[in-house]
């Protein structure tokens, strides 16, 4: 049984991935070209916004997403304290401070109420991360942000296709991005990511930012991450693909739900992911919480169950962050979390099989406690 079985997608292409490739070979449009602009044009209508600015990963597109709203020196950025390193590490690098909020305990999203109390005069935006697939609290978020004149950043790495309220993600702020790693839920074969937005004036800078400040234009110094050709036309190939996969992953999300009810587990040992209203949670990873997660995590690899933690701390807590001075008390739900989350195999192409072996075996641990 494997984590992520990203061959079985790719097997699934075959043979056209091959003659893809081979196409991107004879045409030898390596950097940018026409399967780049195809693809932002792909990209743009599948997130339902007019302007797809592609570039080299997610974590450039949040960066470059920063300093098209205008981060910089002196001001605060407030972000959540789970997610994955670049959706702070990026706020740093345009010069601005960290501020770390609190999560939901149901949803591990960010805590719209502890944004709040953390605003302050220097506060310019948010970034929100729709963790695991499911959205965060736009509704909340996006209130707040006008309440207070900021600007709202989604970080959609995780959570391509999924809906709040019916609404795609990425259409409540100012602008929303992508990672296309191999293993998200659109991936490429290396590293790409791309920002949408509705607001023209961010789809311009950022295209220019992107690229040296426009090519023999050079309006300003900007950086140099853009997407290959190759990546492109790969991800032109799954698009097609990706609602299907994504129904796949909700599915057998749905099926753990009901093999852990079924064994007893669900609400008791186990408390399986909570769907938040209105939201369309498209499984990213699929995290139960549990108590002494350490034991159970080595039983289950013990017994050849592959699992994850996603994250092993909350992101202040690292020592990258010693400098914040943040302690667990700050941010208790964030802390007790990294305790006690855990991701459980989930793909496409995970076999129900596979599903009933992971639930028996965590039943099997919780008998013998
Ligand atoms: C993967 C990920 C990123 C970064 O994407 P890369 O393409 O790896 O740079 C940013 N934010 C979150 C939440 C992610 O999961």
């Given at each position: ?77 407030i972000t959540t304290s789970h997610s994955w390193i670049s959706t702070s ?12 909020a609190d999560t939901e305990t149901d949803s591990f999203n960010i805590d ?111 950086i140099c991450s853009r997407m290959d050709g190759l990546q492109a036309a ?136």
């Amino acid at each position: 049984m494997q984590f992520v079985d990203l061959y079985a997608q790719h097997r699934e292409l075959e043979p056209a991935l091959g003659e893809t490739i081979n196409r991107v070979i004879r045409d030898s449009s390596f950097i940018r070209g026409p399967e780049v602009e195809l693809f932002e044009q792909n990209w743009a209508k599948a997130a339902q916004v007019p302007y797809c600015i592609s570039c080299a990963n997610g974590t450039d597109a949040i960066y470059i997403s920063l300093r098209a709203l205008g981060a910089g020196p002196g001001d605060e950025v407030i972000t959540t304290s789970h997610s994955w390193i670049s959706t702070s590490e990026t706020i740093t690098q345009t010069g601005a401070r960290v501020v770390f909020a609190d999560t939901e305990t149901d949803s591990f999203n960010i805590d719209p109420e502890d944004v709040k109390r953390r605003i302050t005069p220097k506060t310019k935006g948010i970034i929100a991360v729709h963790l695991y697939g499911q959205p965060a609290n736009m509704k909340a978020l996006s209130e707040i942000a006008k309440a207070h004149g900021l600007w709202l950043i989604e970080d959609s790495a995780q959570a391509h296709l999924a809906r709040l309220d019916d609404c795609p993600i990425g259409t409540f702020g100012d602008v929303a991005t992508f990672s296309f790693y191999p293993g998200k839920n659109l991936g490429a074969m290396g590293d790409a990511g791309a920002l949408v937005t509705t607001r023209e004036d961010i789809a311009e800078f950022a295209a220019a930012f992107a690229r040296h400040g426009g090519k023999d234009l050079h309006v300003m110094e900007g950086i140099c991450s853009r997407m290959d050709g190759l990546q492109a036309a790969i991800l032109n190939l799954k698009l097609p693909h990706l609602e299907r996969w994504t129904q796949a992953r909700i599915a057998r999300a749905d099926n753990y739900d009901r093999l852990f009810t079924e064994a007893g587990l669900a609400g008791g040992e186990v408390q399986i992911p909570a769907r938040m209203p209105g939201t369309l949670h498209v499984f990213h990873l699929y995290v139960i919480r549990v108590k002494k997660r350490n034991e159970l995590r080595q039983y289950l690899n013990d017994s050849g169950v592959p699992t994850g933690i996603h994250y092993k701390r909350p992101l202040p807590l690292y020592p990258a962050y010693d400098y914040l001075g943040y302690t667990p008390a700050d941010i208790p739900n964030a802390s007790q979390a990294a305790q006690e989350i855990l991701s459980l195999p989930l793909h496409p192409h995970l076999d129900e099989t596979d599903q009933v072996t992971v639930v028996q075996t965590i039943a099997e641990f919780f008998k013998d406690q």
